[in-house]
């Protein structure tokens, strides 16, 4: 039986307003197993970004209890969370956030510069196949292109974790399967722990088990006995 590598007990997200109460997380009981690829579904609201952001350590839980390893999230302190997501764990979100200014290398060379084991930028950028790209700038890169960046931005670090939130939500189906070939790549060769948001139910083929959420709730976890490659979707 694996270990579980995320675990949370009864994790409740509230957000006051003032004037109501929004329950974006409403006693959520999970584990995350390592190097599993997990897909979140579910509809816009219904609590999947916000218990990323927790286990990510971007946001707090109102109530409840979070564990990475033998590491309880929600006893530390934000500098104890940052020194966290700086030495465990890896984003990639919908859009790209590359420095206009600097090329696909340079870029990844960010992450590199302030990790305490990073992978050579170029090793980064080969594992989501853009080996022959290094040297151009985001404008001179596709959609799928730039969001490969920052796939092997976030992957230099080496990460146990990589948490991505929407990444094919703004490129089409073609360029949408390069860059899920890349997260697939990085979970089967890496053996990244990887979670996946997404609006696209079909993009649950393609991982070991699919967690849907509703209304704040995780309402039903499947688990795919035979999973499909990015390229064998059909969308």
């Known amino acids: 039986m694996r270990e ?7 994790v409740t997200k509230v957000y006051d307003t003032g004037e109501v109460k929004v329950f974006a997380l ?3 009981d999970l584990d995350l197993f390592e190097g599993e690829m997990t897909v979140l579904l579910g509809a816009s609201g219904s609590g999947k970004s916000t218990l990323l952001n927790i286990l990510g350590g971007l946001d707090h839980a109102t109530e409840g209890r979070v564990f990475f390893k033998d590491m309880e999230l929600t006893a530390m302190n934000d500098r104890e969370l ?3 997501r700086r030495n465990h764990v890896g984003f990639v979100f919908q859009f790209y956030n590359l420095v206009p200014s600097l090329t696909a290398r340079e870029n990844v ?8 084991d990073p992978m050579r ?3 980064a950028l080969e594992l989501v196949g853009l080996t022959n790209r290094m040297d151009h700038f985001p404008a001179e890169l596709s959609g799928g292109e730039q969001q490969r960046v920052a796939i092997a931005r976030a992957i230099a670090k080496r990460p146990e974790v990589l948490f991505c939130d929407e990444p094919t939500g703004a490129l089409d189906s073609k360029t949408g399967v390069q860059v899920l070939e890349a997260l697939d790549q990085v979970n089967r060769e890496l053996g990244t ?3 996946v948001i997404t609006h696209n139910a079909d993009i649950r083929k393609m991982a070991h088990r699919v967690i849907f959420f509703a209304d704040g709730q995780i309402s039903e976890v499947r688990v795919n ?3 499909l490659k990015p390229h064998e979707i059909d969308w």
């Open 4 to 10: 579980p590598i995320f675990h949370t007990e009864k």
């Open 26 to 28: 409403r006693g959520v």
């Open 82 to 84: 940052t020194a966290y």
């Open 109 to 116: 060379a960010l992450v590199t510069e302030i990790s305490p």
């Open 121 to 123: 930028p170029e090793m």
């Open 193 to 195: 722990t990887t979670a």
């Open 225 to 227: 006995e035979t999973r």
